[in-house]
């Protein structure tokens, strides 16, 4: 059984009790060693085996699987934040059903939900955007018909532009013709590790204060009115709206 394991987006307690208890036992250890904190695998058994995956390819990770496998050892492969999200996860679970290797997942907090709250800030606010959006821009991996990141803009929706700090100047021109362009945007760099650093902005100034700060990777941008301080209180918590928990009260 390979176990996959969400991290989490860099401090070691934001790593699922599961996932640690996963990864103190394992036999054999693949983490992605360009993103995932080393502290993660602090506690790891003493003679375990790890692999930094960062420098091998598809295949390599494979057969450090398959040997574990066919030698009876706890095999855990260790993903930053969620494997979910950029992850390149699906092309190993496949390679596992295809060698009938069995494999469960752990999830992760994604370091999306750590750049909320290093923002202390929500995402869904009533009357501004109930809709989250996560991508990135076209970079070597090309972005499938309808995805491009000016066709996502035009839902004016909370997004989340992963792997694109370094095209901040194309970033921002473009989501400059849907959005004002004076909506807001943050970056955050490294959420929830100690050089943690955010650099707020507008659409106009970010990619110019992104060079300031000197961030070129390991960063989120988000960008919407959510980072405002204008929205509708929600029904959930009015006191005079009923639902299947509590009875509201007469306005
Ligand atoms: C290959 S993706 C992996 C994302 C990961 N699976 C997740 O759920 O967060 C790597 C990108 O995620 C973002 N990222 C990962 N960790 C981050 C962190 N702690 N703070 C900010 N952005 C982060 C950056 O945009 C980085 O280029």
């Given at each position: ?26 036999d ?10 080393p ?24 057969a ?23 992850g ?21 907090v ?10 202390k ?12 959006i ?12 309808g ?9 004016h929706?909370t ?51 992104v060079?300031?700060?000197?961030i070129?990777?390991?960063a ?9 301080d ?22």
């Open positions: 059984m390979v176990s996959f394991i969400g991290a989490g987006p860099g401090d070691p307690e934001l790593l699922t009790i599961k996932g640690k208890k996963l990864i103190d036992s394992a054999i250890i693949i983490y992605a060693g360009s993103l995932v904190n502290q993660v695998l602090a506690d790891a058994k003493e003679g375990a085996q790890i692999y930094n995956s960062a420098t091998m390819t598809l295949e390599e990770v494979l450090v699987m398959k040997d574990g496998e066919d030698k009876g050892l706890k095999v855990v492969r260790v993903h930053t934040g969620d494997p979910a999200i950029f390149a996860h699906r092309e190993q679970m496949d390679a596992l059903d295809r060698m009938g290797i069995e494999y469960e997942v752990i999830p992760g994604s370091s999306f939900l750590a750049t909320a709250a290093a923002l800030k929500e995402y869904t606010l009533p009357g501004v955007s109930q809709t989250v996560l991508t990135r821009m076209e970079g070597r991996t090309p972005m499938p018909e995805e491009k990141l000016q066709d996502l803009a035009r839902h929706a997004m989340i532009i992963f792997l694109s700090i370094g095209m901040m100047d194309e970033l921002s021109a473009t989501l400059r013709k849907e959005y004002r362009p004076d909506t807001s945007v943050a970056v955050v760099y490294k959420a929830s590790w100690p050089e943690q650093k955010i650099v707020r902005g507008t659409l106009l100034d970010i990619a110019e204060k060079k300031e700060a000197g070129t990777k390991t989120l941008t988000v960008v919407g009115d959510f980072l405002g204008d929205y509708e209180l929600s029904k959930l918590y009015d006191k005079t709206f009923t639902h299947e928990f509590r009875k509201g009260v007469d306005a």
